[in-house]
């Protein structure tokens, strides 16, 4: 898979495939949204006890070009007859991203029992349930996307939530990705008024990567951050 250098802008292109009991179909629905959302695209394996041989060429298929694979493990999955062939298979691929999530407290089992889950909770499939384990296994594919997202935040607890999973690795921005939050952070008044980002999450931004801002940009996020108003300009 490729990876940014450290000027290019380039938005990595992952591919998502989630392994999943038919019955628990909703919940494999709550998991492709919540991808979406940082723009990675993910298909979904149907579970069909008459697949036909045109419909199981395209699971290997996809199976063969995905970089991140999500089991969604319950009892369901395991009485499968496909979910847990979609396991044999991947686990061929060391280079694809293991996550899996346990719907009813099933672990994960054989070729996987030694890869840690996540427990849904009440909310279902959610962006922290998924998509901050995600940040600390694949970070440079999934970064680009959640600062993305977290430029969109409406609301202060929005923002301090989009913006923790980016905390830990500010040191590795790129210079784009560096520039990119910067510029998000003070067009947003949502980021640079939130009580979190405010006093912890901006200042470690600007600490780790103020070499990598644009002068003006840098300047306004500083006054913002320390004035708590709009930067009006030089």
């Not at 935040?153 to 929005?158: D, E, N, Q, T, V």
């Not at 520039?179 to 008044?189: D, I, K, T, W």
Request: charged content about 20%.
């Amino acid at each position: 898979m490729a990876i940014n250098g450290h000027r290019s802008g380039q938005k990595p292109k992952i591919n998502a495939f989630i392994s999943y009991s038919h019955e628990d179909r909703k919940f494999g629905a709550e998991a492709k949204a919540v991808l979406a959302e940082i723009g990675i695209g993910a298909f979904l394996a149907h579970d069909d006890l008459h697949v036909s041989e045109e419909w199981r060429a395209r699971i290997i298929e996809e199976l063969q070009r995905c970089d991140l694979f999500v089991p969604l493990l319950s009892a369901n999955f395991l009485t499968s007859k496909w979910a847990p062939q979609e396991i044999g298979f991947i686990i061929s691929r060391p280079q694809v991203a293991i996550a899996p999530i346990s719907l009813d407290g099933t672990t994960p089992f054989g070729f996987i029992s030694h890869v840690q889950s996540r427990k849904i909770t009440k909310d279902g499939i959610t962006r922290e349930l998924l998509i901050e384990p995600l940040a600390r296994r694949m970070p440079r594919q999934i970064l680009p996307g959640l600062i993305q997202l977290a430029g969109k935040a409406g609301s202060f607890r929005s923002a301090e939530a989009l913006m923790a999973p980016l905390v830990p690795h500010f040191p590795i921005f790129t210079t784009d990705e560096a520039q990119a939050l910067a510029a998000a952070s003070v067009e947003n008044g949502q980021i640079w008024l939130a009580a979190l980002c405010k006093t912890e999450y901006l200042p470690e931004f600007v600490h780790h990567q103020g070499k990598n801002i644009d002068a003006k940009t840098l300047r306004a996020l500083n006054y913002q951050i320390e004035h708590g108003e709009w930067y009006k300009g030089d």
